[in-house]
């Protein structure tokens, strides 16, 4: 268990969820405050104000977000008398996210609140709702006077931030109409994860990595997030968004960002915050009549996938049966600057896919002058980096050893690092990262608002020219497969490949 330092102490706080009693809260937040509460102490002055349409008592509430801590907490056995004292801290607020009344309640409350602690409480406004009320929920917080302390009160926002970057532009000028930037925390929980904050550490940390960080000794980068899920019960969002809006534009293009970004001075949020927009303001900008060459969307058919059948996107719940939407996204992108002059730099992303991984390959350059004999090297691939996300967060270095024997034949080899087996604690889930940093204050793994509308812009004539010109092949790869065949062919054409370490 960690060891709290005083400076660490949260300080009072009043955590308020909008659509609390929703699948949000009860998968992710709750158990995420629960294991904090467990790990490192949070402030004896704290409550959770959950408020949603639906009228609920506080007692079924908390025995809804018990089965939810039990399923889904990282602490797995939840001792009877350790969830008593955690519940006692939440309460039910039944109300309509569209009138005054409910936020002078919550007001109401607050004040009580910290009549009861006799202190001043850190006041963080969290929208687990539909994106529909992403709009609404913050005019109201400042009518009711509730967003005016800048140093007291906050606001969360889930993805996804806009639809495209025209309402992208329109929600953050919403936002900021009530809400000070620095009030303002857009979430993207693949920023908790702690492999992803590794990768700064990995960077700027180590003298080793850093100087062959750069054009001269990198030969193109592959960001890979897949997944071997379909839409579950999201049909009715995700035939409205599609791959390139639900996953490239927030958590491909801030691995993106990390990977590509200039060392920081110092690390302070906005410093670091900087420079992740000055990647996405030096990301070549991409034409429309060259959006065929650079992206490829897919969707997936009928397959086999773990030995079971699986059917087709068109096939899913809440799904039409000539959907367009795409389940795959692939894009080949630059970086230009001093850096990356001439990398290329390919994310892709999809459902359906054979395993579900997420990772960062940096695939450096072939030796200069190849001295060793061809038959030494049958089996010769350059040096590569794996930054591995998920399933298994660690770092794994592949490069060319020689073969035991009397003979010089080279083999790949590897060195693994696992966090598993360096580390005797367990990673916390990126959800407790976040909600902490949020507490602190923190806005180090946020996104500000410039970066939100700069991803937006990239992809905005990908977008533009898929709308305009409607796929003819989908489904266009089968569930269990590796996407389209057009995504192989992206990388192929340079003599590149997808391949990572098994």
């Not at 000055?278 to 990301?283: C, Y």
């Not at 690092?417 to 360096?422: E, G, N, R, V």
Request: charged share 25%; with cysteine; glycine share 6%.
């Amino acid at each position: 268990m960690k060891t709290m330092k005083k400076k660490d102490q949260l300080e009072p706080t009043v955590f308020i969820i909008f659509g609390g009693a929703g699948d949000l809260t009860w998968r992710k937040l709750v158990p995420a405050l629960f294991d904090l509460s467990k790990d490192r102490s949070m402030p004896a002055d704290f409550a959770v104000i959950v408020v949603d349409r639906v009228m609920l008592s506080d007692e079924k509430l908390r025995g809804r977000l018990h089965d939810g801590v039990k399923k889904f907490s990282r602490q797995r056995k939840v001792k009877t008398s350790q969830w008593a004292e955690f519940a006692g801290h939440f309460r039910y607020q039944q109300g309509d996210f569209k009138k005054l009344e409910t936020y002078k309640g919550l007001g109401e409350q607050c004040a009580k609140l910290e009549k009861e602690w006799g202190t001043k409480a850190h006041r963080i406004f969290y929208m687990a709702t539909p994106p529909s009320m992403f709009a609404e929920i913050p005019k109201y917080l400042g009518q009711a006077g509730l967003a005016s302390d800048r140093e007291w009160a906050r606001i969360v926002v889930e993805k996804p931030i806009g639809y495209d970057l025209k309402s992208a532009r329109s929600l953050n000028a919403i936002l900021a109409a009530s809400f000070q930037e620095s009030q303002i925390f857009r979430i993207d929980h693949y920023l908790g994860k702690e492999t992803v904050q590794n990768i700064l550490a990995f960077r700027f940390a180590n003298p080793l990595f850093e100087p062959i960080w750069n054009r001269r000794y990198v030969d193109y980068v592959t960001i890979t997030v897949a997944e071997e899920v379909g839409i579950g019960h999201r049909g009715g969002y995700y035939d409205q968004a599609g791959a390139l809006r639900d996953m490239v534009q927030n958590h491909l293009m801030q691995l993106l960002c990390l990977v590509a970004m200039e060392p920081m001075v110092s690390f302070k949020a906005d410093e670091i915050r900087n420079k992740k927009v000055d990647v996405l303001h030096a990301v070549r900008p991409i034409r429309r009549e060259a959006v065929q060459k650079c992206a490829v969307r897919g969707q997936y058919g009928r397959g086999t996938l773990l030995d079971k059948k699986m059917r087709g996107y068109r096939q899913e719940d809440d799904i039409s049966p000539h959907s367009k939407t795409e389940t795959f996204a692939a894009l080949n992108l630059f970086v230009d600057n001093w850096r990356w002059e001439g990398v290329p730099f390919y994310l892709r992303t999809g459902k359906r896919l054979p395993r579900r991984v997420s990772e960062v390959v940096i695939q450096f350059r072939a030796v200069p002058h190849e001295s060793f004999p061809p038959e030494s090297k049958q089996d010769w691939h350059p040096a590569r980096l794996v930054l591995s996300i998920q399933p298994e967060e660690g770092i794994v270095m592949g490069f060319q050893a020689k073969y035991p024997g009397p003979k010089m034949l080279l083999r790949p080899v590897e060195m693994r690092f696992a966090y598993q087996d360096s580390f005797s604690v367990p990673s916390p889930y990126a959800y407790e990262t976040l909600l902490w940093d949020i507490m602190k204050n923190d806005a180090t793994l946020f996104m500000r608002a410039d970066q939100i509308e700069a991803a937006w812009q990239i992809l905005m004539p990908v977008l533009d020219v898929w709308a305009k010109s409607k796929p003819r092949n989908f489904p266009n790869y089968t569930a269990g497969s590796w996407g389209p065949l057009a995504a192989e062919e992206l990388l192929a054409r340079e003599g590149h490949t997808w391949g990572t370490i098994e």
